[in-house]
Structures are given as structure tokens and as C-alpha cells.
């Protein structure tokens, strides 16, 4: 009897994930490509969820694992390893998979990806999987707080110890139960070609509704369906997929028409399609990413959002080629942990390690400090990154304010629900609709 195809490829996407380092998202879209015309829709949402819920709770269901075990767990295949946190994953979090369905079709895929005696132990390891996580012996809450915080949502030790040292245990408790969450779809409304009215009803048509996001213009929550790529509304560019958090730095920078605008770290070029549509496509937005081969999704989307002033250009940001004070306005969304971004992107908490935070601080300040030189006198720097780190944040933009080289500044009213000190706003995971990220707004020294 053949294997069940959607959980064999989900397979395919969690060691793509592991083996080869390749984003989630694209790791997923690969291997649908490779399945075209093979999965149907709901085989499609199922794989979806196998590998976001099985890569979300990846420590967590090793951890039921290990104790079932007679060997360590990293001594067998990956493969075999990813099928048995597989099923952990679906007989505590997917009550519309029974024990039976799981364990058979684990079984038979350890007999496909392995031989007989993976298959056996399989079969007599999930057989003693328990059903919720009422049965799962946690670290004491009490005595082991970080080792439960850890165990219970999945997320690597060095991080929740940073989470702690900075935010405390309440607020890293609330942090990591967020990031377990799936996060709400939002769209933006592209304003050079459609008003709210003409989307909805566009939308109204594929059952797709939509609620307006406080403080963010033109920015919505989708309910209940949600829109697709393949839908003519999108091919057209009347919207745009974007998290809420990620339309706040174009909002902060309050581009003005006529403007000359530096988006330094722009693929896949919303933020820069953002800035030239509050712009109303006067002026002129130089997107720049250093990787040619992300090129094309800036092009795609400046064609497709109507968005003519944006032009793109290739380089690495820190040593470029553009003349100093070239620049009216210039955004660094610079790269980044991507912390804030778990509930999208569980797999990168996989894909750090405590060295990261040092790198990534001593790029994002030579970027921070190739934007102001690229700004002109008295102009507006905006730099803002999807995490919350301290290493990241303060400690980036601190040395410049130190030179006195630029002074904090609040942008519009409309970001105040954020503030947490003038020029800075943060977003922490918790009950929100947005993802964790910080921003700031920085005045060049005349």
C-alpha cells in the first residue's frame, strides 16, 4: 500500500528545512511545485500544517520522545526523526487525527524512508505517545522556569535566557506563548489602484472579509477565507500581503511627494511599494537589496502594484555607490534574528545561535551608518528591525546618538499606540495582531 502522499511530502519539507537551511515558506512552495496537479486544496492546508506545527513544537515533542526511546534521539536518521515528531505533533495538537490513523501511516513511512526495524520502532514508540499535553511531565514551573519556558513552547534555551534577563518572566512567558501561535493573515489595500470599497468588493466575491487595522491606514485583517496570489484582485495589485508590523516603518518615515527616498534593504519590496503609494507615486524610491537573485520579486511587485517611481538597484548597502547626501529620506529595514516573526517563521529560532546577535549588531550599525551618511543634512532616518533585542535595537542606533551624528524624533500620531520613548516604538508578541519589532526615527545632525 503507497504512502500517504501529503504527510510524505511534508517530509520532503522538514528535511529541505533541516538538511539544506531553506526558509519555510520556500521550502514548502518547492515542494508543491515538484507535487503540482498531485495534492489537492485540503491536502495542501494539511502539509501546510504538518510542517508549521511540527517545526513550531520541535523541542517540545523530542522532549516526549526522549524518555520512549532506548537509544539518543540524534543517533537515528533524521528522517525517522522528523517522521516521530511528526506524529507527537499530531496526536497532541491535531484532535482530527486519531492515534490509529497516525501511528499506521508514521509506520509506514519509517518503512519507506527507512527499512523493517525503523518501522517497528516506530510503531511501538508512538503507541506510547500521550494524547494531550496534560500527560507530559514538564520541568517545574517553580524551580526550572527557564527549562519549562523552554520545553513547553520550544524555543532554545539562549533565547529565553535573553528573554529573561531583559524582559523578566512574566513578559518572556506571554512572549513565548505568542510565538506559538498561527499568525492572522493581513493584506494592504494599494491605494494607486483601488479604494477600500472596490477591494471588498472584489474580495466580497471569494467569501473574503475584511477589518480595517487600527493606526494603520489602508491596512486590513482578513476573516475567516483568505485571498490567494492566483486571485485576480492580487494579479491586478489592488493588494499586497504584509504583516501590520512591517507597514509601520513607511508609515514612521512619512514620505512626502517629490521626495528622493532610499530604501536600503528593500526585497521583497513592500515596504518601497508602500512608501511610493503614500507618496501617491511622486517622486523617486531607489529599492536596493544586495542579493540579484531577489531582484525579481521587487520588479514583480513594483509592475504589479503600479508603483513607477520605485527603481531598483544591486548593492551591499555598507560600502555603496551612491554619493553622500543623495537622499532626502533613507529607511534601513535592516537584516535581522527576525525574533519578532516566530508565530510566521518557527523555524528560525532553529537557525540561530547566540553568536547571531553580535554579527548581526555590527552590520545593522554599519548599515545605520551608511544611511545617515546617504541622508542629507536635517533629514529623516528610519531603522527598524522584525525583533526586540537589545542587541539590535538601542544598542545599534546608542553609538550614533553618542556622535551626536542624529537626534530621536516621534513620527505621526498615529504610531503613539507604540511609543515607548521619544523617536522609539516597540511591539512585543503577545495578544496583538502584529509581530514583535522596533523602530526608530532619527533626525541627521545639520
Not at 523493517?116 to 503507541?127: D, Q, Y
Not at 553622500?324 to 529620506?329: G, T, V
Amino acid at each position: 500500500m503507497p504512502v500517504d502522499i501529503v504527510r510524505d511530502s511534508a517530509i520532503d519539507v522538514l528535511l529541505r528545512i533541516e538538511e539544506k537551511n531553506i526558509p519555510i515558506q520556500d521550502a514548502i512552495d518547492r515542494t508543491l511545485t515538484r507535487k503540482a496537479g498531485r495534492l489537492s486544496e485540503r491536502g495542501t492546508r494539511f502539509l501546510t500544517q504538518l510542517v508549521y506545527g511540527t517545526t513550531r513544537h520541535r523541542l517540545l515533542c523530542e522532549y516526549v520522545l526522549r524518555p520512549l526511546l532506548r537509544q539518543p534521539i540524534d543517533k537515528l536518521p533524521l528522517a525517522i526523526r522528523i517522521i516521530l515528531r511528526m506524529g507527537v505533533y499530531q496526536n497532541i495538537f491535531l484532535h482530527t487525527v486519531t492515534t490509529p490513523a497516525m501511528v499506521h501511516t508514521s509506520v509506514d513511512l519509517a518503512k519507506k524512508r527507512g527499512h523493517i526495524g525503523t518501522s517497528r520502532l516506530t510503531n511501538a514508540v508512538l503507541k506510547r505517545v500521550p494524547d494531550t499535553l496534560d500527560g507530559i511531565e514538564f520541568p517545574d514551573k517553580m524551580d526550572n522556569f527557564h527549562g519549562y519556558l523552554s520545553i513547553r513552547f520550544s524555543m532554545p534555551g539562549w533565547i529565553v535566557h535573553d528573554w529573561l534577563k531583559t524582559y523578566g518572566p512574566e513578559t518572556t512567558e506571554t512572549i513565548c506563548e505568542a510565538s506559538e501561535k498561527e499568525a492572522p493573515l493581513a493584506i494592504r489595500l494599494n491605494t494607486l489602484r483601488a479604494d477600500q470599497g472596490k477591494l471588498e468588493q472584489r474580495l466580497a466575491k471569494h467569501e473574503v472579509q475584511l477589518a480595517p487595522i487600527e493606526n494603520v491606514a489602508d491596512g486590513f485583517i482578513c476573516l475567516d477565507k483568505k485571498p490567494k496570489p492566483k486571485m485576480k484582485a492580487f494579479q491586478e495589485g489592488l493588494f499586497y500581503f504584509q504583516d501590520p508590523a512591517s507597514m509601520l516603518p513607511s508609515l514612521l518615515i512619512d514620505p512626502q511627494s517629490g521626495e528622493t527616498i532610499l530604501d536600503m534593504c528593500s526585497s521583497p519590496g513592500g515596504k518601497s511599494t508602500h512608501m511610493a503609494q503614500l507618496m501617491n507615486d511622486e517622486g523617486l524610491i531607489v529599492a536596493n537589496d544586495k542579493a540579484i537573485g531577489k531582484s525579481y520579486r521587487i520588479l514583480d511587485n513594483k509592475d504589479r502594484l503600479g508603483t513607477d517611481s520605485l527603481h531598483l538597484t544591486i548593492t551591499n548597502g555598507v560600502d555603496s555607490a551612491f554619493k553622500p547626501e543623495s537622499f532626502d529620506r533613507v529607511l534601513i529595514d535592516a537584516p535581522c534574528t527576525g525574533l519578532g516573526t516566530l508565530r510566521r517563521n518557527p523555524d528560525i529560532k532553529f537557525s540561530l545561535n547566540s553568536n547571531s546577535l553580535e554579527e548581526l549588531n555590527r552590520l545593522q550599525q554599519d548599515l545605520l551608518r551608511s544611511g545617515i551618511a546617504l541622508c542629507k543634512n536635517n533629514g529623516v532616518v528610519v531603522y527598524s528591525v522584525c525583533t526586540f533585542t537589545e542587541e539590535e535595537t538601542m544598542n545599534v542606533i546608542q553609538p550614533l546618538l553618542d556622535r551626536n551624528e542624529a537626534v530621536l524624533e516621534d513620527g505621526p500620531e498615529c504610531l503613539n499606540a507604540w511609543k515607548i520613548a521619544q523617536g522609539i516604538y516597540r511591539i512585543l508578541p503577545g495578544n496583538s495582531l502584529f509581530d514583535g519589532f522596533f523602530l526608530a526615527r532619527l533626525r541627521k545632525a545639520s
